[in-house]
């Protein structure tokens, strides 16, 4: 952080009042930069999604308590997400695996102050969308954020492979690709696919870059659904005024490295898709172990 990036002021709110507290814009942005973009809370569906997130379809818990403790919780039969201060608390298993994270939903019968709620709040710390001298927009943390502090969810729409692809074989080398290809492993042969597209309907999370060396983790959280939302964790303490980044890879830094993420669809390329496949995008990180370019796993295509 050098003195020119601490004299940037904020004003605007990116949410327009709907986060629980002003994601601002740096008065520098011009106002359309934002012009085509829809900011919501959480993830919608789109194309090719056959479940609308916002159904309650998981079951609640039966703990009439403050807090929900995991001897007696279903919701924490994997374990305790987050200690007492809302903070992650993952572990992986012998096998190298994350365990899966489920959070109480609004058919749990513990208060909403349980402990066990943390994702579905949304964005609850200072966060400022700025431009940047050569990665276009990013986002800076204006507080300081501890250690396994829960940031933003990478919103936008829920949509098919199908979808994806397209939307990916239509871009010009220009483009940038916002598409997050989840896909979780559960045993055997077994993987279930999420893909995520906040391009036009999004929120912060869409503006955070791409580190090599990243100090946010992406961990998949269930709430009210088996949809997944990829949330963004602190993975170490970050100053104010230092900008937020994450993996677009995964990486083998955080929790989720047996989990991996593309920056690109699925699919199988034939006839003149094969000229539309997308090149690599030079990498701007700056981070000591940089590779050079932006992530991007052609075997989705395949």
Known sequence: MNKEDMIRTYSQDLSGGLENVPVLIENSVPKEAFSNFQYVLESVQGPGCDIDPSAVTLPGCSCRVQSCLPDSCHCLRFGQTYDSKGRLNQQQEDDGF????????????????????????????????????????????????PCGRFVCEYAGEIIGSHEARRRQLSQTPLDMNYIIALQEHSGGDRVTQTFVDPLTIGNVGRFINHSCKPNLVMVPIRVHSLLPRLALFANRDIERYEELTFDYAGGQNSNTDTRKWDKAPTGTLTGADVDKIPLRKVCHCGASNCTGFLPLDMSVLH
């Open 98 to 145: 994350s365990r899966p994270v489920f959070e109480c939903n609004a058919l749990c019968a513990c208060s909403e102050s349980c402990q066990n709620r943390v994702v579905q709040k949304w964005v609850e710390v200072r966060l400022g969308v700025f431009s940047t001298k050569d990665r276009g927009l990013g986002v800076e943390a204006l507080e300081r954020l």
